[in-house]
């Protein structure tokens, strides 16, 4: 993390830059097979963000270590995040979180799952949000988003449970990443 500076863009534990996203709990956050392959080769999350993480030309060994190290070390006192690994949503739950996601909250108004038709650009893309973060982030963001990072654009809904949890399945069924057309 030093050597790659990464604490000239990111905000960690307080310290460091905000050009790029507060990495302070990623470790809660992230699914460990998604961040080996993003610090191998950065994409955006964040369509209409001009500024880019750079591409560090990490070996499979440096990004397996880099993820391994954040997997290990930023983690949120808050919850467990494998709380709610391997969890069985069910396609009952994943289609009234559909249905929360484009009526009761209106998320496709800042978020992009369907890039034919979501307008979002203000928060990331969730296309691929599945197998890009944890389920017991989701749902605890969903919850109460201030909680996890004070600040954030992303309004507190104090969302019950259940709507939390329906969310959440929609969200982890999202597993392809949004196409540019």
């Given at each position: 993390m030093n050597e790659m500076n990464c604490f000239s863009c990111h905000t960690i534990n307080g310290r460091g830059g905000d050009m790029a996203p507060d990495l302070t709990w990623e470790g809660s956050a992230v699914q460990r097979k998604w961040l080996v392959a993003f610090l191998k080769n950065p994409n955006t999350l964040r369509p209409a963000l001009i500024r880019r993480m750079p591409k560090f030309n990490l070996t499979d060994a440096e990004a397996e270590t880099l993820a391994?190290?954040?997997?290990?070390?930023?983690?949120?006192?808050?919850?467990?995040?494998?709380?709610?690994?391997?969890?069985?949503?069910?396609?009952?739950?994943?289609?009234?979180?559909?249905?929360?996601?484009?009526?009761?909250?209106d998320c496709q108004s800042c978020h992009i799952v369907d890039a034919k038709n979501d307008k979002g650009y203000v928060g990331p893309t969730l296309s691929g949000v599945g197998v890009?973060?944890?389920?017991?982030?989701?749902?605890?963001?969903?919850?109460?988003?201030?909680?996890?990072?004070?600040?954030?654009?992303?309004?507190?809904?104090?969302?019950?449970?259940?709507?939390?949890?329906?969310?959440?399945?929609?969200l982890m069924a999202q597993k392809r990443e949004a196409t540019s057309k």
């Open positions: 391994d190290y954040i997997l290990a070390v930023y983690q949120t006192p808050a919850f467990d995040r494998d709380e709610l690994d391997g969890a069985k949503f069910t396609p009952a739950e994943a289609e009234q979180g559909r249905q929360l996601f484009y009526s009761k909250y890009r973060m944890n389920a017991e982030w989701i749902f605890e963001w969903l919850k109460n988003p201030q909680a996890l990072r004070p600040g954030t654009m992303e309004p507190n809904w104090k969302m019950s449970d259940e709507d939390a949890r329906a969310l959440t399945a929609f």
